[in-house]
């Protein structure tokens, strides 16, 4: 299996290397960077306005270059929030507590160059994590069958649910609620349509675009019209020697960018925790086994070692259930998926062996954007943080224009735009209400799966449900289930009988 990966990597290398798809990677980063630093435009808005732009390229190309921008944003990311405080993308929001006080003490460029090195680190060993495993886990999957893959998504719908921030309860209601839109057309296997209301324009269901435009464009910029904040840039006129950390300095980071990486790499394999989670948990674990822990939260080179390598580990690893099992771990995975499907690449077992071009092209296409962006950041610090100085006011409806366009372009309907438009401002009172809108699209993308999956599989048994629990992957896949279940009302009923106390560190 080794030498095998090898060459299918070299051939990975072929594809990713063709002069249009490297061109379509590097655009991929640098728009991901660029998302990576301003605040309020996340990686999901400029997924969303970028998918229609995809339906006339080919569909390598198209992979790399919404796959270069999840993990392009990561590095724009850390620089807002290390040199302005400022985290841009909700993963590098633990890495202001150090990564700030550092740059006040005039060491703002050896935490760009720690995290650089944590990045690359984090990443290198993410890929060969997807290049090794990835192969592994689809050989295995390719045993299940419509039990097993029902089970499986049932795991990806609850762990993304309720392992999402906010209430579990409300990350489970999310996710129902987006299942259901995603019943929203005609049934396939009745030819009924179902939730239409009339309209036949939603006969063919309701568009991903459409959705996760309204979700992430609209109602996020909504949300942020009014932050109207000045940036600080007094500390941001960096060179490249300022960037180089002292040999005490890159051997105190070592130790936490390897804990920190493999923290971020066991979390990509949990369906639902993602880079957030992984940056956290990194950042209390490097705490907890520090001598000195007292200096977290005042500028150690610890707290932003290991939550940056977490974050990149994570944002790689979080591709080996995507492209293997099918099974996106968080809302901008649900998106790629999307994107696979539009593409009429079936995510899941088969893609590895059916599309190697798509899969090794994508694994080589890391190492080489991993790269680029090394290089492109350290020039290019100067102009991201000049950009954050326009006002939103300008940035807004230059967004709006082209979410608009991107919708119509999808199916030349305007009906398109005005679902965009609702989903918008509901989502917006979703935010409001503090409701999680993330959960949803992952019910979206899933729900329709799993409801094929789930007939499939009681069709086979003659309609006996008790087929989920007497085949044993099926069965393991239904306990985790219950187990994860089983820790929330733990988790909540220890809550609730904690004593209130007046005041708290935060990660102690």
Wanted: aromatic share 10%; charged share 10%; hydrophobic share 50%.
């Amino acid at each position: 299996m080794f030498w095998t990966s090898l060459v299918d990597l070299a051939h990975g290398f072929e594809v990713a290397l063709q002069p249009h798809n490297l061109l379509y990677c590097f655009i991929g980063v640098l728009i991901g960077n660029l998302v990576g630093v301003l605040p309020g435009m996340g990686v999901l808005s400029a997924v969303s306005i970028l998918l229609p732009l995809t339906f006339g390229m080919q569909p390598v190309a198209a992979i790399l270059m919404i796959s270069g921008i999840f993990y392009g944003a990561q590095y724009g990311g850390a620089i807002c929030s290390i040199l302005l405080n400022l985290p841009s993308h909700p993963p590098h929001a633990v890495t202001c507590l150090d990564g700030y006080p550092l740059t006040q003490q005039g060491k703002g460029g050896v935490a760009l160059g720690i995290t650089m090195m944590g990045a690359v680190f984090g990443a290198a060993f993410g890929i060969l994590q997807m290049m090794f495993l990835a192969p592994y886990i689809a050989k295995i999957a390719f045993s299940f069958q419509a039990a097993e893959i029902c089970s499986l998504m049932l795991l990806g719908l609850l762990a993304g649910s309720t392992l999402a921030k906010g209430s579990p309860l409300k990350g489970v209601a999310m996710t129902a609620f987006g299942m259901l839109l995603g019943l929203v057309g005609t049934d396939t296997a009745t030819s009924i349509e179902r939730y239409t209301f009339g309209h036949y324009e939603l006969a063919d269901g309701i568009e991903l675009v459409a959705l996760a435009l309204g979700l992430f464009g609209i109602a996020e910029f909504l949300r942020s019209v009014n932050n109207v904040a000045p940036v600080n840039t007094a500390y941001t006129k960096l060179k490249f020697k300022d960037m180089r950390p002292s040999k005490a300095e890159a051997k105190e980071a070592a130790m936490p960018i390897l804990r920190g990486t493999l923290v971020g790499s066991l979390c990509s394999l949990i369906p639902g925790t993602g880079p957030v989670i992984a940056s956290f948990i990194a950042y209390a674990t490097e705490k907890k086994v520090s001598k000195n822990p007292e200096k977290f939260g005042t500028g150690a080179i610890a707290g932003v070692a290991a939550p940056e390598a977490s974050t990149h580990s994570s944002i790689q690893g979080d591709f080996i259930p995507t492209m293997s099992l099918g099974i996106p771990g968080d809302a901008a995975m649900a998106l790629l998926l999307g994107a696979l499907i539009i593409h009429n690449i079936t995510p899941g077992p088969r893609l590895i062996v059916e599309h190697p071009d798509v899969f090794w092209g994508l694994v080589a296409s890391f190492w080489i954007g991993n790269l680029i962006l090394v290089f492109l950041n350290v020039p290019m610090i100067g102009v991201w943080v000049r950009l954050l100085t326009v006002p939103y006011r300008y940035l807004y409806p230059s967004a709006l224009f082209f979410i608009c366009i991107g919708v119509f372009a999808t199916r030349n309907s305007l009906f398109d735009v005005g679902v965009t438009l609702v989903i918008g401002v509901f989502g917006y009172l979703l935010l409001l209400l503090r409701f999680e809108p993330a959960p949803m699209l992952l019910g979206f993308v899933l729900g329709p799966r799993f409801e094929e999956n789930f007939r499939r599989a009681l069709n086979i048994a003659h309609g006996d449900l008790g087929t989920f629990v007497e085949r044993p992957i099926s069965a393991f896949f239904l306990a985790i289930c219950a187990a994860l279940i089983g820790l929330q009302i733990y988790a909540r009923i220890k809550k609730a009988r904690a004593p209130v106390k007046l005041a708290s560190t935060a990660f102690d």
